[in-house]
């Protein structure tokens, strides 16, 4: 290697550094130090540093935690689907309908909600869903049904207060995938014979694809990962793995076991983004 | 020139003076402005204010802070062992404080002393029972504990509150069992009876979900309410009640202390005699996130005859009598109370 080549990969050292060192710092050690911790144990109101797979074992062993994953992974697909196919319509409307001065008050609507506390927001939805509340009498005072729906502390209301907030999210990312399709790709389409439907299904909807993958990848990591939602709305009907969690912390002050359905919540979140690789990467060809 | 120095030292002196701040690791009804600004404004000192649910947060927020960050600790009165364990009370002065008038029962002695020394003092009380709605249902047919999980009348009319210790005490006393003697052994007795009871329930519910779900009508019945759910209810919606059934009801009780590492243990003192005094006391069992009885007796001496009647003072003897203290299990079996808990909200 010649002494500029030498110079030339320090200067890239140095400026990469500051940034390695954050992530050592503020992952990288805080992982490892987690991963250990997942293998010792509480026993009685001790920790105990011996080295095991007691953490995991218990996790895998005991249905109403493992059930915790599963609930979790089917609430956040279900959201994550739920959440792309309300926001896509919605995004291709302000980019492709509303007139381009315009586009920004309407994603400042649009994401409106947004401006208030997740805490609040899903506290106000309780009052929405409860069984007296303004969704229940809207529809009985419109002669719809007779008796109160039963929403509130289910499975439904998570769902709802979660895809509240996420379509905002993708309606952005898919937002700002869609602005930056060049007019002339559909123009051409349309060229060469192509109706609206099969411009969009093979033209628009394959080149705004990464939007999609980023939007529902971030939906699917903080869904997957949050408590507060499930907590206020579903009212506890069934648990999901973070809520698990802050019971290992809150409760039995188990952080070993905390720790390990913590790396169970990376491993699966490391798999979603394995399977959205190819959608993720920052520089395309 | 020596003027304005002496006056910009007095005047960095007051500012000094009137930072030295109490941090406080309590229970949220110590958040009320109105029990903590009077004690600020008396001695010109800040009161900061940690609040925690479950003894088990409160152990993990002080494991991870350093020795002295924490002054006062709120703590759950059949914790207060733990925390001696752990080292994390100092001695109290009780020569300096009202123990003379604190409600014989709810004194908990055995817990809160160790060695000649007092670590810790009930500063309030009150009870894990039923709280419901009148208008949809009558005490007489809450009497019967065991209805509430094996009789379908109940079904999506309840709300459990969501804390293991005084729930499961609770249906240990509707199974006949003394919550002082709870064992591994009872504990499927236990679960069946809580699947039950979640069969049953609309939801399971923290401090503030357990007042929304009864104050909007989203159920009927709160399986481990009491009068700190719906005391602050009663001037809006009297049509809120609570009662004790006929096998009774578990008490709960918090308890005050200062941490041994505290660097202002004479304020951190200061702070447990006014929340101990009968002016504090009723401003705690008034307090803005839920009232329940004050431990100080001559605490009746302030409240006024609505918030008393609100908190039924006069029926007390009557209700202590009734009640069985929390349970206090150990290490192990607190694991598994808490695996079957964990078990029944999955379920």
């Known amino acids: ?285 | 020139m020596r003027t304005i120095l002496l006056a910009t030292v007095a005047a960095v002196a007051a500012s000094a003076a009137q930072a030295e701040e109490l941090n406080a690791l309590v229970w949220c009804d110590h958040t009320d402005p109105a029990l903590i600004e009077p004690f600020e404004k008396a001695h010109g000192v800040k009161v900061n204010l940690k609040e925690y649910e479950g003894t088990g947060t409160a152990l993990s927020i002080v494991e991870q802070s350093r020795p002295g960050d924490w002054d006062v600790f709120v703590i759950d009165g059949i914790d207060v062992p733990r925390a001696i364990d752990a080292g994390l009370l100092a001695p109290l002065p009780v020569a300096e404080l009202p123990m003379a008038d604190i409600f014989p029962e709810v004194v908990l002695e055995g817990f809160q002393s160790r060695d000649g020394n007092t670590y810790a003092v009930t500063e309030k009380f009150g009870y894990n029972t039923i709280s419901y709605n009148k208008e949809k249902i009558s005490a007489e047919e809450l009497s019967e504990m065991q209805a509430l999980w094996s009789s379908d009348e109940f079904a999506g009319r309840i709300a459990i509150y969501d804390y293991y210790l005084p729930v499961m005490g609770m249906v240990a006393m509707g199974l006949g069992k003394q919550t002082a003697d709870i064992g591994e052994g009872d504990l499927p007795a236990i679960r069946d009876a809580l699947f039950g009871l979640k069969k049953n329930a609309r939801s399971v519910v923290d401090v503030v979900s357990s007042q929304t779900a009864l104050a909007t009508g989203e159920v009927d019945i709160l399986v481990g309410g009491g009068e700190w759910v719906t005391a602050i209810l009663a001037a809006d919606q009297p049509e809120l009640d609570w009662m004790i059934p006929d096998q009774g009801a578990v008490r709960w009780s918090q308890s005050i202390g200062v941490f041994a590492d505290s660097e202002r243990k004479d304020l951190a003192v200061e702070f447990v005699k006014y929340i101990l005094s009968p002016e504090g006391q009723a401003r705690l069992a008034t307090s803005s996130c839920y009232w329940a009885m004050p431990a100080n007796a001559k605490a009746g001496e302030v409240l006024t005859d609505q918030q008393k009647a609100a908190l039924r003072w006069d029926d007390q003897p009557d209700y202590l009598k009734r009640a069985q203290l929390y349970p206090a299990p150990d290490g192990d079996l607190d694991a598994a109370m808490q695996d079957a808990w964990t078990e029944m909200l999955q379920h």
């Open chain 1, 1 to 285: 290697m010649t002494t500029p080549e030498r110079a030339e990969r320090r200067r890239a050292w140095a400026a990469v550094a500051p940034a390695l060192l954050w992530t050592l710092a503020f992952f990288v050690v805080p992982f490892a130090m987690m991963a250990a911790m997942s293998l010792w144990q509480r026993q009685g109101r001790e920790v105990v540093r011996v080295w095991d797979l007691s953490n995991y074992q218990d996790f895998l062993s005991k249905p109403h935690l493992l059930g915790a994953l599963w609930n979790s992974i089917e609430i956040t697909v279900l959201v994550t689907v739920i959440s792309v196919v309300l926001a896509y319509p919605l995004a291709w409307i302000i980019a492709e309908r509303v007139p381009r001065h315009l586009q920004r008050l309407a994603l400042a609507l649009a994401v409106l909600p947004f401006w208030t506390s997740y805490v609040v927001r899903s506290y106000a939805w309780t009052l929405v869903l409860a069984k007296n509340g303004v969704l229940n009498q809207a529809l009985i005072g419109a002669g719809l049904i007779a008796e109160p729906l039963e929403i509130s502390a289910t499975r439904g209301a998570t769902v709802t207060g979660f895809v509240h907030f996420f379509v905002m999210l993708l309606t952005l990312t898919i937002y700002a995938n869609l602005v930056q399709l060049p007019a002339n790709y559909r123009r051409a389409a349309a060229d060469l014979g192509a109706g609206p439907l099969a411009v969009f299904w093979h033209v628009t909807l394959p080149l705004t694809l990464p939007g999609i993958m980023v939007g529902a990848f971030l939906t699917f990591v903080l869904c997957i990962g949050d408590y507060i939602t499930p907590q206020i709305l579903g009212g506890n009907s069934e648990l999901v793995l973070p809520q698990v969690i802050m019971l290992q912390l809150g409760r039995g002050a188990d952080l070993p076991m905390a720790a390990a359905l913590s790396i169970v919540l990376m491993t699966v979140v490391t798999a979603a983004w394995l399977a959205c690789a190819r959608w993720l990467r920052l520089e395309r060809a």
